[in-house]
């Protein structure tokens, strides 16, 4: 078979240009001029038969066709980009690339994190704090620790690592000043919401059969670990994932007054692609996380 291929420069520029919104933005990123980055555009256009963009005098905007090819090209730039890092990196021991929410990471992993470089010759970490969906195509993560119920990820395997529980918490010195015993004493304080889990304290409100307390009324923050922080700061009660602020319990950062807890819908996981070519170095982090998780959990 004959394949029929558009000019890789022209392309890049196309996927550059349309990506960006911009010519000029384009001949930076590609180091050429913006009159160059015209011409190659006009000759995949011409290869094609096709306009790709509505060129008028202050912008230039894709046509429909421009932009059903944007998408085209730039999947397989990220899959060229995937497989080439994995081809350049193979024999080497390189990191291991993580992904988890920064919850996650500063209230379970990192606190976690030397015990696994000091038991194990296992590869370096960069982890990446980061919410985003995840694309093992990209060839930017190995693996991803997410909050779901496990079926979320198609194409990918994905372990059990920590259920958990929600309570509230708050202060010592919080704790302290009111009588917390049962979920209708919030109505005593201010309730810390994470956007992130915005029903949360809805449906705890709920599972405690509480309509007294307003489930919205209160302070808001980006994320859980802002809103644990406010917890500790005395400005109210956020409701903990109790695998999280187990380490704050203990230390007396935080505590836990009012006896009554939800066992959340989901829990997190470790996820990776079901054909990934780095076993070596991910199988040794799977074993580690997984054995940290059933002591925790045990």
């Not at 397989?76 to 497989?83: E, I, K, R, T, Y």
């Not at 958990?164 to 000043?177: E, G, I, K, W, Y």
Request: net charge neutral.
């Amino acid at each position: 078979m004959v394949w029929k291929l558009p000019p890789l420069n022209a392309l890049r520029s196309f996927e550059a240009a349309a990506r960006l919104k911009s010519f000029t933005a384009a001949a930076d990123e590609l180091c050429v001029t913006p009159g160059a980055i015209s011409r190659q555009i006009k000759n995949l256009e011409t290869f094609l038969g096709l306009d790709l963009f509505e060129r008028t005098a202050r912008e230039a905007k894709l046509t429909t066709s421009g932009r059903q090819y944007l998408e085209i090209s730039t999947l397989l730039f990220s899959q060229l980009h995937g497989a080439t890092e994995r081809l350049l990196s193979r024999g080497e021991r390189r990191p291991l690339r993580i992904w988890s929410s920064m919850t996650f990471s500063m209230r379970w992993l990192v606190p976690r994190l030397s015990s696994y470089h000091a038991e194990r010759s296992g590869p370096d970490v960069i982890l990446t704090t980061s919410l985003k969906p995840v694309d093992f195509r990209s060839g930017d993560i190995d693996i991803a620790i997410r909050y779901g119920t496990g079926t979320e990820w198609p194409g990918c395997i994905a372990i059990p690592l920590v259920k958990t529980d929600l309570v509230p918490v708050c202060s010592p010195a919080l704790a302290a000043s009111g009588n917390f015993r049962s979920p209708a004493d919030l109505a005593q304080s201010t309730l810390l919401h994470s956007l992130v889990r915005i029903e949360d304290w809805r449906r705890y409100l709920e599972a405690a059969n509480v309509t007294s307390v307003d489930p919205y009324s209160g302070m808001r923050f980006e994320s859980s670990i802002l809103a644990y922080s406010a917890a500790e700061q005395k400005l109210g009660f956020a409701l903990g994932q109790r695998a999280l602020v187990r380490d704050d319990l203990s230390a007396g950062r935080l505590a836990a007054p009012i006896d009554f807890s939800m066992r959340a819908n989901g829990g997190f996981f470790l996820i990776y692609p079901e054909d990934h070519d780095n076993p070596k170095e991910l199988s040794e982090f799977r074993d580690w996380i997984v054995a940290e998780a059933e002591i925790l959990e045990g």
